[in-house]
């Protein structure tokens, strides 16, 4: 059964350094997205993606964040300048088409900034 | 705005118990989906189960359970002879279909502890 992957599973990283989170959604899949998840707290939106733009986007998807599609199975998360707030389990998502609502979410990608 | 309420923030109950998780929202959309993921202590979400805002029928499967109820916009979720593998958290969670972006808004999650 096809899954969405994300590389690394655990990323630890310095405060001020830029981290690339990277995840392969599932291939015939249009929509992709971000969540992130505060350890102990509930899964946030953080971005949508389809046909290479941005379609929606939260207040905590600062200028800090980017996403790109650089090829055509990655979908990555930048954070530019890592602060310690941002150590989180990252989330990346995918989901089919306008009709089929069910998004599919990868294992997660654990961000740790020291 | 849409909204997810999960006012239970952690329930214990000994093994073989019954136990029903709360689920509330808020949307302004006639046309929307409604979620529920399990999280175990290995932190992946694994999904449960899927119901479209037309279809109000419950739902068993195995152990698990589902009442949606548009009236009360409610969308609990019981587990029957609860096992200690189901300790985890769960999050109930919203996506419109007038959204762009279509994002699922999750609930704060309960935990839920079975003790053997």
């Known amino acids: 059964e096809p899954e969405v992957t994300q590389t690394p599973s655990h990323q630890v990283t310095q405060m001020g350094q830029e981290v690339i989170l990277r995840c392969v959604p599932i291939?015939?899949?249009?929509?992709f997205y971000w969540y992130r998840q505060i350890l102990g707290q509930k899964v946030e939106f953080l971005v949508s993606?389809?046909?290479?733009?941005?379609?929606?986007k939260s207040e905590i998807f600062d200028d800090q964040f980017s996403v790109e599609r650089p090829d055509g199975s990655n979908f990555t998360l930048k954070i530019r300048s890592t602060k310690l707030e941002d150590s989180a389990m990252y989330f990346c998502?995918?989901?089919?088409?306008?009709?089929?609502?069910?998004?599919?979410f990868g294992p997660g990608t654990r961000l740790t900034v020291l | 705005a849409q909204k997810v309420t999960q006012a239970q923030t952690e329930i214990s109950v000994v093994e073989k118990e019954d136990v029903t998780l709360d689920c509330v929202y808020e949307?302004?959309?006639?046309?929307?989906?409604l979620f529920w993921y399990k999280q175990p202590p290995s932190g992946e979400l694994v999904f449960l189960i899927r119901?479209?805002?037309?279809?109000?029928q419950n739902e068993i499967s195995g152990r698990y359970s589902w009442n949606f109820q548009k009236s009360t916009s409610s969308f609990n979720f019981t587990i029957t002879a609860s096992q200690v593998v189901d300790s985890a958290v769960y999050f109930c969670?919203?996506?419109?279909?007038?959204?762009?972006?279509?994002?699922?808004?999750f609930g704060a999650g309960t935990r839920l502890f079975v003790k053997a």
């Open positions: 969670a919203l996506s419109e279909v007038g959204t762009g972006g279509f994002k699922t808004i």
């Open positions: 993606f389809y046909n290479n733009e941005i379609s929606e």
């Open positions: 998502a995918s989901r089919r088409d306008r009709n089929n609502n069910e998004q599919f």
């Open positions: 119901r479209n805002s037309f279809d109000e």
């Open positions: 949307t302004r959309d006639t046309t929307y989906y």
């Open positions: 291939s015939n899949h249009l929509y």
